[in-house]
Structures are given as C-alpha cells and as structure tokens.
C-alpha cells in the first residue's frame, strides 16, 4: 500500500521555523522525484518545491527562495522541508507529492499556521 505521511505542521509565530517530514512506503522511494505542494484558503493548490531523486538538484517556488529548503533521505524514505523565517501568508495546507512519469502519489496534508 502506497503511503505519503506529512507530519511537523502546527502554529508557529512570523519569523520562527518549523521543519516538515513526510515518510514514504509502497514504493521505490528513490526513483522518485519528491515535491512540497502548498493550498492556501481559497486557492488552487501550487508548487512549492521539488528535489530529483538524489537530491542533486532542487527547485523553489520564488516566494520561498533563501527560506525554505527541500531535502531528502532516501536510507529513511523521507522527504523534508525546513521552512525558516515564516511568514503569515505562508499559511496553507502543505502536501508531499511523488512523481516518476506520469505517476503520482499524494499525502493526506499538514496544517501550517504562521499568525501572531
């Protein structure tokens, strides 16, 4: 059985960080492509940052470049995304997404609340 599962959402306070994990099964982690997708209320969901399958090369949303960074382990089947210097509007629903081809896998979700 495939599963992504997000964990390290929460609330937390502008300018502090939090780092989010999402553990991977059922599947050959390390042929996939990972990827951070956010869902702001009201809003499609969007990319938010994507690393190859042996993290040698990551790519970011521009409204995250020099705060947030994609990493991945792929000994522990995980994917991370270390979210420094938050900031309100970085409030959203964040998924982990894995792409080989046209294969996609989703995860269920975390909630990050950056407010005040």
């Known amino acids: 059985q495939v599963q992504l599962v997000e964990s390290g959402g929460g609330l937390v306070q502008p300018e502090r960080s939090l780092r989010l994990s999402c553990v991977a099964s059922g599947f050959t982690f390390s042929t996939y492509s990972m990827r951070w997708y956010y869902q702001a209320p009201g809003k499609e969901r969007e990319l938010v940052a994507a690393i190859s399958i042996d993290g040698g090369a990551t790519n970011y949303d521009d409204s995250v470049k020099g705060r947030f960074t994609i990493s991945r382990d792929n000994a522990k089947n995980t994917v991370y995304l270390q979210m420094n210097s938050l900031k309100p509007e970085d409030t959203a629903v964040y998924y982990c997404?894995?792409?080989?081809?046209?294969?996609?896998?989703w995860g269920q979700g975390t909630q990050v609340t950056v407010s005040s």
């Open positions: 997404n894995a792409l080989r081809g046209a294969v996609r896998y």
